[in-house]
Each structure stands twice: as C-alpha cells, then as structure tokens.
C-alpha cells in the first residue's frame, strides 16, 4: 500500500510540475476601475501633514560593493568598466547626467528628471545582441521617475517634458552617499527633486517639495515605464514573469501581467493605499517605495501599449493639504532577497513563489530556504554548487529520526501482515467488518496504518519549493559549477539529472530488500526514476544537483535500514508461516471427510 501511495505522489507532483511548465500560472484578474479618490482627487481638503519619512538606511545585503563569486570573479571584473556611450546618447531627450558607483551607473535626463538608462556591473547581460557588457534595467526610449502633478481635481503641470536644472552633470558615488538636485518651475509654481544615492546598494530616497501651491494639496504622479529591458539568452524566460507587483497596507501582495491589459485599456489596481508599486522581470527590478508612517500610494494605473509585453505603469503619491514635501525610495536593481528583505514592508516577496493556491506555504518557506542557502554561500564561502550538496546532505541527516520512526513502523507492520492477511480472508464479504477488525489489530499492535508513508512526505515540500527558488533566484543566475556553466539553467551534458535519476534507482532497489515485491514495487523501482531522469532533465541543474547529493547522501541509511527489516523479517518468519501450516490439514481434512458422506 505504501509502494502505491508513493507512486501516486510521485505521479502527481509530476503532473504538477509539467502543467506548470506547459501552463503557466494565469494571475488573477483585476476589475477595471479608477484611481482611489479619497486618496487621490479629495487630498486638496486634507487637513494633515505628511508625516516625516524615515528611508531605511543604506544596506549591502550582505554584499559589498566589489564582492562577488569566486567563480564569477572574472567576468564581474571585465564588466566593470565604461558602457558604450552611444546607448547613453539617444537615451536623453536633454541632456543627461551621469551617477556613477562601483555596482551601477544611472544616467537622468535634465528633460523630465527622468531615470532613462540602468547599468548594473555584477550581472552580465546575457542577452543576444549584448556583447557580454552589463545588465541594462531601463528599455531604450523609457524612462522612470517623470513626474507630473495634479491639484484641483483637474489641473496637470506636465513636470516630465519641461527642462531641469541638476546640482551637478556626473556625481560619482564612493565611499559615502552623495545627492543630486534636479530644479524646474512651470507657470510659476516650481518643482525641486533631491535623489540620495548609496555607493553600496541599488536603492536612492527621492525627496521634493512642490511650491507655488499655497498650501494646497495635490498628487504626484509617477511613472514606472512599460516594462524592464530583457537581459536573458532566451527572452522568453524574462517575457513571463514581466509584470507590476503592489503591496497593500494590509499586506496583501497582487501581480498583474503586462500582457494582461489590452492596448490602450487603462486598469486601475484594486486595494490602496499601497506600500510599493514595482516593475518586474524574472530577475530585476524597479520599485517606488513610501514611507511606512507615509500615506502610502493612492492609486496605481497600467495603460496597455501596442508593443508586446509592454505596459505604461504609473503610482499616485498624495500629498495632503498643508505640506510641500513628499518622500519615497527607488530600487532599481536586482532581485536579491537580502538587499530586498533589507528595504522592508515584504520587498523581497515581490517575486511570487509557485502556484497561487499554494503560494501562503510555497512564499515563506522559499524565503527561509532562499535566506539559508545565502547564509551557508556567506558564512562558509562556498559556492552555490558546494551549498546545494551540502544542503541536500543536512536535510537527509535532520530527516534521519523521521525515516527511522518509518522504519519501524513498517517492521510492526510486517509483524502484523498474518494476522492482517487472516481477517481479510474471513471478513471479505463484510467491508464494514473487515474495517472495524484492522483497526483493532493496528489499535492492540500500536500502529499508525500511515505511520509509515507520512514522513517520506516530508522531502516533497522542499523539492517543491526548489524548483520555483531556481525559477526565479538571481543568486543561481549564470552561477557556473564544475562542468555546469549557470545552475538555474538545465545541465547542457545531463550529466547530473543522470546521475540524480540512478541515485533514485538504488534507493528504491535498496529500499525493497527485506520487502514482499509485486508488480506495482518492480515498476515503482525501475519505471519512476527513468521518467524523473526525463523530466527533471529539462529543470534548472542546480535542483538536480541538491536531488542527487540528498539521494546519495541516503545511501548509507538506506543500507541500514533494509537490513533491520530483513532482521525484523527473519524473526517474524515462523509466526508468520504459522497459520498457513495450521490452515492447510484443516482444508485437507474437510475434503476427506466430504468424500467420505458422498460414499
């Protein structure tokens, strides 16, 4: 029974796993609306400051500036170094000005104050037509951060096409954090922008003040761009998960597809005021972050455009009556759990894990797995390779004392399979019977009958959960191993889903030693490790890589365990022969005495 049950879970998890791939994951509509007018048209009545923000302070994550892989250490080295400037030149409308630090360069245009260009160095562009240079956030022509304002329920000052006067051309972020100002005014009412940079993370506090309104309150509009620049060999694999991701103040996370929304259909996101807006693609990121004492996001819009898998996005950020000021935080970056986590208000939850009905386990359980295997990389300076054998080592030795409890409940159980085979002989017309009887043999023996195929569950929700980590996890993007050139990519050789899918097999072969064998065991031995081998061949190699380092690592203890059981098997033999022996001269016994009336 508990062959079967295995097989069926592993039927199912592989059913799972292909729907996923074959169809992903359709995000849950959301009603077309308008921007939430409490927060948005009626700010100018509001009678409350907005309270003083408090950015979280710059933080590494754990990575500072110039710290890389030992294996990428080259590569990171040669992209350091000055993009082509002819990018840079058709990136501007105006002029543009140049932030520079040791992990990225951004580049404004004085047209709009605009973010237009996103250099990071540490991640190579892996992109077609990208000659090996650096990771580029922002898509050629877009831009980030213009802004307009609305006051009066009507009235627009279109910020984002007047020109800027900058504190400063080319600001060089080292060693400290350094600002740059961004003035302009427009029918006599002005607008100054204040953009604080760290030299060691991917995150600048935007502060600016609209004057000229007396008091009034008003909204500033913010735009997102329509989507982030694909940086992968096969763009597909960016296309997918391209979306805008908001966070409620209550908490709740909800994606939209840029696909989603047709061309010029505008769809207004349910649920503000909102912590963050953010643009995603499978690794990258640009978000607007308020302040937590902040009244957060009043709105957030998605405009369908006529290019595919684009979307203008844009946030509302009110501004109540009283008050000039308004304060938030940008990322534009990659998806790094630590620097993320970091930012706060769940950040680091911006890239859903798994299907949506199982994403309240499927979320949290990834981050903690995600935050140990970083801790592991860091602490012990290993590479990802080394941390995923090694993790599939520890999770075999932690879930030692569960296969141990299963273990012996199956030798209770094989104790008891006479006495549970003499019952289902007597009761056979009688299910309900039959039933009451097997549970008072399981009751008298102290069995669990699920005793023995629950903790083999437990190992599921951990390679579950794996396989979305290496779907979306930057720190395994282009991670080579060994012969492996990038481990959130498939094994090129399919040299370790071999190995994985022969791990498989010994384990079941080993695991039916001292064990009745039927069909259904021989196909569950042979058959299920070879379809594994065929699916998970196509999976990211580093999931393979912790699959086969947890089966090996099995080995011993599966040795151990199938010579228990057939020393368990061996003293329960002759009680179990017992009552066969017993039932034969009965049988006998009444077809002699039959004969006998007949003559």
């Not at 190579?124 to 802004?147: K, Q, S, T, W």
């Not at 954090?177 to 961004?182: H, K």
């Not at 009751?443 to 437990?458: D, F, S, T, W």
């Amino acid at each position: 029974m508990e062959r079967r049950l295995l097989l069926a879970i592993a039927a199912m998890i592989a059913v799972m796993v292909l729907s996923n791939l074959i169809f992903p994951p359709i995000d849950r509509p959301v009603p077309q609306g308008g921007l939430d007018t409490t927060t948005v048209t009626d700010v100018e009545t509001a009678t409350d400051t907005v309270p003083p923000a408090t950015p979280p302070a710059g933080d590494t994550g754990g990575l500072p500036a110039g710290a890389r892989d030992p294996e990428t250490a080259e590569v990171a080295e040669r992209l350091v170094r000055p993009p082509d400037t002819e990018r840079a030149r058709t990136a501007a409308s105006g002029d543009t000005v140049v932030v520079r630090s040791d992990l990225y360069e951004y580049r404004f245009d004085t047209r709009g104050a605009d973010l237009v260009l996103a250099w990071l160095f540490e991640y190579p562009n892996f992109a077609p037509d990208a000659e090996g240079g650096p990771v580029e956030i922002i898509r050629p022509g877009d831009g980030v951060l213009g802004y307009r304002v609305t006051f009066g329920g009507r009235d627009t000052l279109p910020f984002h096409d007047v020109d800027f006067e900058p504190s400063t051309r080319e600001l060089d972020v080292s060693g400290e954090d350094a600002e740059l100002t961004f003035r302009t005014e427009v029918r006599g009412i002005g607008l100054e922008v204040t953009y604080t940079f760290s030299p060691t993370d991917y995150h600048f506090d935007v502060r600016g003040r609209v004057t000229g309104l007396g008091g009034r309150g008003h909204t500033i509009l913010i735009p997102l761009g329509t989507g982030l620049q694909t940086n992968e060999a096969n763009p597909q694999e960016d296309f997918g998960q391209m979306a805008l991701v908001v966070r409620d103040r209550g908490g709740d996370i909800s994606t939209e597809g840029l696909d989603s929304v047709d061309e010029d259909e505008t769809r207004a996101l349910e649920g503000g005021p909102f912590s963050w807006g953010a643009s995603k693609s499978k690794y990258f990121l640009v978000a607007l972050v308020s302040s937590e004492d902040g009244p957060g996001f009043g709105g957030v819009l998605m405009t369908g455009r006529p290019d595919e898998h684009a979307a203008a996005m844009e946030v509302a950020l009110p501004v109540p009556a009283g008050t000039e000021g308004f304060e938030f935080l940008t990322y534009v970056g990659p998806q790094v759990f630590d620097r993320l986590r970091a930012i706060g208000q769940d950040l680091h939850n911006v890239n859903p894990f798994g299907w949506r009905i199982l994403q309240w386990f499927i979320r949290p359980f990834g981050a903690l797995v995600i935050a140990l295997l970083v801790w592991m990389h860091q602490t012990f300076t290993l590479a990802y390779g080394w941390v995923l054998i090694l993790f599939g080592v520890l999770t075999r030795i932690v879930l030692f004392p569960l296969y141990q409890k299963s273990m012996r409940t199956q030798m209770k159980q094989m104790a008891i399979q006479p006495e549970i085979k003499r019952i289902q002989e007597k009761y056979k017309e009688e299910p309900q019977k039959l039933q009451q009887e097997m549970m008072k043999i399981y009751k008298e023996a102290g069995v669990n009958p699920l005793g023995g195929c629950l903790p083999m569950l437990v190992p599921f929700p951990i390679l579950i959960t794996l396989f979305f980590v290496f779907q979306n996890t930057i720190e395994f993007r282009g991670v080579p191993f060994w012969w492996i050139p990038d481990l959130s990519l498939k094994d090129p050789l399919y040299i370790v889903p071999i190995l994985m899918g022969a791990s498989m097999l010994v384990l079941n072969w080993i695991g039916q030693r001292g064990m009745e064998t039927n069909s259904q065991m021989k196909m569950f031995t042979y058959v299920l490790p070879v379809v594994f081998t065929f699916m998970f061949a196509q999976f990211a190699a580093g999931l393979n890589l912790y699959y086969a380092a947890s089966n090996i690592a099995s080995l011993p203890q599966q040795l151990y365990l199938a010579k228990e059981r057939r020393e368990a098997r061996a003293r329960a033999g002759p009680a179990a022969a017992a009552p066969a022996q017993r039932k034969k001269p009965d049988r006998s016994a009444k077809r002699r005495g039959g004969g006998g009336r007949n003559r």
